[in-house]
């Protein structure tokens, strides 16, 4: 039986990094994962293979849309989609033997195989049962679906089956006006689908800031994505080389039905923590398999933690991680914190949409009162440069303080920019501070320092 001051259990983004900052500070550590590889969905099966798709599929709209407009001329580029999964899977093998590799030199000790809890202080691995003064569960998250939807991963998928398609599909619904669906609609949407995404809320990201949905679901309209909102969704159908998929409209109870060559059920995640003998140890658990944890990550049950998508919150990978980071300080007996205020969002399509803090509606709920500062990437040349020029960067500050309370990207590298953001608000920064701050010329950021201009006298350029 191996001893180990620390066993996490998962290998996904927050695990690991739990694993190797445990080992950082000097304690010994061992990580379950049963996968052949290590980093999760994230990394397997869901952030980085998307993010593949999108970039191939961004170039190959670039070449159809803008080049001529460059003055590159030449052939059309055709698809070869075999090639296309191979980059993917060659961008997945990097990174996950890249974890393997950090394991090694952080000497932490993969237990491969799929593990439970017995009793405080043990987890079992297939026969093996090692010892832990403290054990953390980052087993991460599945995806969820909806009564009379049956997923097969080949002509009903969730995000997992809509990554290796056998081929590429002519029209394809998507189910839930989430981030999975509309990035994954952008992948093939690009690649020639026809995309219909059913949703149903009466708009598209529910709880996103109303202006950036607004602006987005404009974009993707312009774009050929084709929406029925206010639409619940009864059930599909697989009928032949097709499926059907039934819905009600919210308003008047009428029902109608789509067919497609896939689907995509894109309804959000749920917690993975089956298998784990929680209810057995007696942890407290709250609705939908999600662990009940204090402010210090720990169960009810001594000794055992939790983090990531296995508790309240965000179900995002940089969410996890960061848990996973204070977890390993708490463990090491140092203090351990997340701000949970300045945690970014970002969708990758194009636009990107990236958000950070409150949203407006938010701050009207609270009766806060606050000053919004916009500004469009119409007045960024960089962006017009690229033909990005939609979107705008809007930033939101106390009216009394200018203190920086959030801010709502849409446009050119958001995901990026809105960092700049997260790190004045780690500070406690006002919209002067950024507005103060010399940018380059000409970058993008500068739609930020615009945007902070224009909580005070004004932007420049706008």
Known sequence: MASFDV????????????????????????????????????????????????????????????????????????????????????????????????????????????????????????????????IVIATGSVPATLPGVEVDEKKVVTSTGALALDKIPESLVVIGAGVIGLEMGSVYKRLGAKVTVVEFQD?????????????????????????VLGAAVQGTEVKGDKVAVKYKLNKDGSEASIEADAVLVSTGRKPYTEGLGLEALGVEMLPRGV????DHFQTNVKGVYAIGDAIPGAMLAHKAEDEGMA????????????????????????????????????????????????FPFMGNARAKAIFQADGFVKLLVDAETDRILGCHIIGPMAGDLIHEVCVAMEFG???QDLALTCHAHPTFSEAVREAALACGDGAIHA
């Open 7 to 134: 066993i996490v259990i998962g290998g996904g983004p927050g695990g690991y990094v739990c694993a190797i900052h445990c080992a950082q500070l000097g304690l010994k550590v061992a990580c379950v994962e049963g996968r052949e590889t290590l980093g999760g969905t994230c990394l397997n099966v869901g952030c980085i293979p998307s993010k593949a798709l999108l970039n191939s599929t961004h170039h190959l709209h670039e070449v159809h849309e803008n080049f001529e407009k460059m003055g590159l001329m030449g052939a059309n580029v055709t698809v070869d989609w075999s090639k296309m999964q191979a980059y993917k899977q060659d961008v997945v093998d990097g990174n996950t033997k890249g974890i393997e590799f950090l394991f090694k030199k952080n000497k932490v000790t993969w237990l491969k195989g799929w593990g439970s809890i017995p009793e405080a202080g043990r987890v079992k691995v297939g026969e093996e049962v090692h010892e832990a003064k403290n």
């Open 203 to 227: 708009k598209i990201l529910p709880g996103t800031d109303a202006d950036t949905v607004k602006a987005f679901h404009k974009i993707l309209t312009k774009q050929g994505f084709e929406f």
């Open 291 to 294: 662990v009940k944890v204090d």
């Open 327 to 374: 977890v390993a300080e708490i463990l090491a007996g140092k203090h351990g914190h997340v701000n949970y205020g300045v945690i970014p969002g970002v969708i990758y399509t194009t636009p990107e949409v990236a958000s950070v803090g409150m949203t407006e509606e938010a701050l009207k709920e609270a009766g806060r009162k606050y000053k919004a500062g916009k």
């Open 429 to 431: 920064a006002s919209a």
